[in-house]
Each structure stands twice: as structure tokens, then as C-alpha cells.
Nanobody
Framework: QLQASGGGLVQPGGSLRLSCAAS????????MAWFRQCPGKEREFVSA???????YYIDSVKGRFTISRDIAKNTWYLQMNSLKPEDTAVYFC??????????????????WGRGTQVTVSS
């Protein structure tokens, strides 16, 4: 089970930190990721971290978002800085037990947390 938290309302240029706590199993050998979804749009890959610590991002968040993990706590995070209105979405954490080269494809993930709303607005 995955539990996401940390969303909220923030002004453009502000920061938020999302957390995803896993229980019941660990994903240190696989992939831990964040996706987001806007109303009427498909779920979009945002970032992932694999078992060796390598990180991946979509171009639109590179340099602004940072994914990290705490293996001991079985938790991963998404630090979001310099937020823009277009970052507004419901953010979902996701995980899979084994790394996949198709990590940006949502169908590769079989564990999902409930979404947390992020709203960037003045």
C-alpha cells in the first residue's frame, strides 16, 4: 500500500514536497515514481528513481523537481521548486518491484497511491 501526502496550494515560484510511504513490501530493487494527471488528460510521468539511485525526469521539470528516497523508511519524495501554474495536477506515487526500461509508462506500475492535489496559483 502506498500513501501519498504533501500536496496543497502554492503561489507560482513556490515549493512543495510530496512524500510517498510504502507499507507491506519494499521497492528498493525496483522503481519508485511520480505521475500526475490534469482533468481530461492522460496520466503523465513526472519522475522515477531506480534501485541503483539513478533518477529520471520529464523535460518540463528538470532542474526544478528532485526525486529522492529513504530506503530505511520505505519512502520516496518529490521536492518541487519554482512551481508553475502548469504543474497543477493530481500527483500519484507509483512503484513496481522490478526495474523496467519502460519506466515512464504508467501500465508498468502495479502499485499506486491515492493522488494528492497540487495547485499552483496566485
Amino acid at each position: 500500500q502506498l500513501q501519498a501526502s504533501g500536496g496543497g496550494l502554492v503561489q507560482p515560484g513556490g515549493s512543495l514536497r510530496l512524500s510517498c510511504a510504502a507499507s507491506g513490501r519494499t521497492f528498493s530493487s525496483g522503481a519508485m515514481a511520480w505521475f500526475r494527471q490534469c482533468p481530461g488528460k492522460e496520466r503523465e510521468f513526472v519522475s522515477a528513481v531506480r534501485q541503483n539511485g539513478a533518477t529520471y525526469y520529464i523535460d518540463s521539470v528538470k532542474g526544478r523537481f528532485t526525486i529522492s528516497r529513504d530506503i530505511a523508511k520505505n519512502t520516496w519524495y518529490l521536492q518541487m521548486n519554482s512551481l508553475k501554474p502548469e504543474d497543477t495536477a493530481v500527483y500519484f506515487c507509483a512503484a513496481r518491484a522490478v526495474w523496467s526500461v519502460d519506466y515512464a509508462n504508467s501500465i508498468q506500475y502495479n502499485y499506486w497511491g491515492r493522488g494528492t492535489q497540487v495547485t499552483v496559483s496566485s
